[in-house]
């Protein structure tokens, strides 16, 4: 009897080490990702609409071998690599937890991202200071020609969010409703007062107080700016032909800050203000965020569910093949109004073949195994239309001589 449980307690530790060699360890031959990355994805996405697609088996990294799997080391790398980025303060939450836990995965690669707005991302890009750029808005026409153009430069979206607009009204209550044109009086400074009929006729039985309204923007060049005023362009003729959609814009009045961080800041300090953020900023700070109206007329929040639906209603008609694209003001009934893609900027030739592969092999991660991590920064997941974009744009870079992904 005491041999026949010595036999059976000996198959037991067995088959726990076998189980134990079946984990989540990167492969030799597959992709920045492994197809264990399929579940894990799906199971962090909101929907089944919104998850991202896990790369292919037969996708490899040009170079990777096992040893680089076994030890760490990231496919298609040899030595310790360093990417330099620098960009959008709306994904720096996200970038900074995908940095920490990327360099979990392959500890000889080290992402150092400066959180310096969106002006300054496309700048450096364009200036070769970086490696990649991140944006909340696509280079224009004239950046992109300055960059090399479609076959030198390329448009990834690695993140989606929603700018919201947050106040600091600690006697409200209720979480106020707006409208894109009462948005834009009031950044018009024709709406001044909270008080104001046109606040009270949205908000029905919420007392408003008697006060000024703070009005708080952006004071360098910010793709948050860039998709708010590309919203209220869309939905405000008279901000169309008076301010206009832009980066930098010529603001009628109010109060400058610095960067997501500074604005959110800049609200928390001022009594009676208002902002428009990143809506993971606005969660953090502790602040409330108004409902916008969306082109359905219903009043809906930034959730990523909302965001992903306004991505997903215009995946087919208005994504062009360079994915330099809007969502603002998107169709659907739940489509969250001033939605936004952030976009890494990256170089078909980056010269080093070492920093490619890391890039190219980080980038694939962020957008397909990093995706996990959206939800809970208040990003919404990218849709899977567009990660199989980003996996043929992926495709494009060169590693020296050979194409970085197979």
Known sequence: MAK?????????VVLSMLLSACG???TATVAPATATTTTTAAAAAPTATTAAVAPTATTAMAGATATMASTGTAPGTTTDVTITGAGSTFVNPLMSKWSQEYTKLYPNIKINYQSIGSGGGRTQFINKTVDFGASDA?????QFQDAGGETAALHLPIAMGGVVLMYNL????QQLKLSGDLIANIYLMKVTNWNDPAI?????GVTLPDRPIAVVHRSEGSGTTDTFTDYLSKVSADWKSNVGRGSSVQWPGGIGAQGSEGLTNQVKLTPASFGYVEYGYARSSGLASALVQNSSGNFVDATAANVSEA??????????????????NAPGANAYPIAATTWALVRVDEGDADKAAALVNFLWWATHEGQRYSDPLSYAPLPRSIVERVESQLKKVNCGSEKCVK
């Open 4 to 12: 026949k449980w010595f036999s059976i307690m000996a198959m037991m």
């Open 24 to 26: 989540d360890t990167p």
């Open 138 to 142: 696509p280079l224009t026409d004239a």
């Open 170 to 173: 600690p006697e409200v209550t």
């Open 200 to 204: 009270a006729a949205l908000n029905p």
């Open 311 to 328: 991505a997903n209603s215009l995946i087919n008609t208005s994504i062009p093949a360079d994915l330099r694209y809007s969502i603002t």
